[in-house]
């Protein structure tokens, strides 16, 4: 069973949004730390958005005021909602959990 799976990904011109989600199964979803994290081509993973189990959150200052991270506790689903989205927004985004888990990963393409 994959713990961590994104989905949402895909292609937008330049100001544009996208809404990722990342379902869990098989953790303690409600009370674990989740993130999103991206790697564009020929970059090391970087750290995009985290969400505490009470709600806190925390943004890489790049995209502070355009991405927003939310969580569904009761469908155990994280979010990332993104908006004013750039050409240097394009990379494949994972969420990940405070135990480690990775997903797969969703491939977001910004370009006109």
């Known amino acids: 069973q994959v713990p961590l799976v994104e989905s949402g990904g895909g292609l937008v011109r330049p100001g544009g949004s996208l809404n990722l989600s990342c379902v869990a199964s098989g953790i303690p979803f409600s ?43 009761a469908k155990n689903t994280l979010y990332l909602h993104m908006n004013s989205l750039k050409p240097e927004d394009t990379a494949v985004y994972f969420c990940n959990d405070e135990l480690g888990d990775w997903g797969q990963g969703t491939q977001v393409t910004v370009s006109s």
């Open 31 to 73: 009370i674990l730390t989740m993130n999103w994290y991206r790697q564009a081509p020929k970059k090391q993973r970087e750290f995009v958005a985290q969400i505490h189990y009470n709600g806190g959150t925390e943004y890489e200052d790049a995209v502070k005021g355009r991405f927003t991270i939310s969580r569904d506790d």
